[in-house]
């Protein structure tokens, strides 16, 4: 069965870019996957970052842009701060009503 | 704007069965695919599954076809849940998720957590 591919950890410094990746174990993502990420607080309902690939969410500062780079889809936060410190999942859409999530990253900013 | 309420969470022994509800305001209900998506309390996220706005179809993951079904009421506005053969890895804070357009879910709602108990 195909799953969805996150990195485990990721480290970015303070006021750096970082760009997470969410791929496929077979194949490629691109639009039509609908890929989406979400970031997710202790104590918190998931909080939508961007969705449909590139759509920011209400509220959501541009320092969070999302794109297809190559075969993967990516999350890019530019001029990180420490409150983004926190575990980033992305979903893609697999076919036939079916969705799947990645098994997350998370992120520190130090 | 979008809210979302779920409701309907709780203790259950294994085996048992149990139906959240999320009540929707803020956008036409009607219209939009809705999702059922967990969290296990301090681990990630796991979509559940999800309905269609008009023919009503509907979509589940592997790990609880057959025992989850997933309904809606679009004169309420209101999303449904029913959950049988509970198990205590379905033990997870559940929330309702509303897909804006084509693709996938945008806002949520707070979540109601389910414990199953063995």
């Known amino acids: 069965q195909t799953v969805v591919t996150q990195e485990p950890s990721f480290s970015v410094s303070p006021g750096g870019t970082v760009t997470l990746t969410c791929g496929l174990s077979s194949g490629s993502v691109s639009t039509g996957d609908y890929p989406s990420w979400y970031q997710l607080t202790p104590g918190q309902p998931p909080r939508t970052l961007i969705y449909n690939t590139n759509t920011r969410s209400s509220g959501v500062p541009d320092r969070f842009s999302g794109s297809i780079l190559g075969n993967k889809a990516a999350l890019t936060i530019t001029g990180a701060q420490a409150d983004d410190e926190s575990d980033y999942y992305c979903v893609l859409y697999m076919g036939s009503g079916i969705r799947m999530f990645g098994g997350g990253t998370k992120l520190t900013v130090l | 704007e979008v809210q979302l309420l779920e409701s309907g969470g709780g203790l259950v022994q294994s085996g048992g069965s149990l139906r959240l509800s999320c009540a929707a305001s803020g956008f036409i209900f009607s219209r939009c695919v809705m999702s059922w998506v967990r969290q296990v309390p301090g681990k990630g996220l796991e979509w559940v599954s999800a309905i269609n706005p008009s023919d009503g179809g509907t979509f589940y993951a592997d790990s609880v076809r057959g025992r989850f079904t997933m309904s809606r009421d679009n004169s309420k506005s209101t999303l449904y849940l029913q959950m049988t053969s509970l198990r205590a890895e379905d033990t997870a804070i559940y929330y309702c998720?509303?897909?804006?357009?084509?693709?996938?879910?945008?806002?949520w709602g707070q979540g109601t957590l389910v414990l199953v108990s063995s």
């Open positions: 998720a509303q897909h804006p357009t084509t693709g996938n879910f945008d806002s």
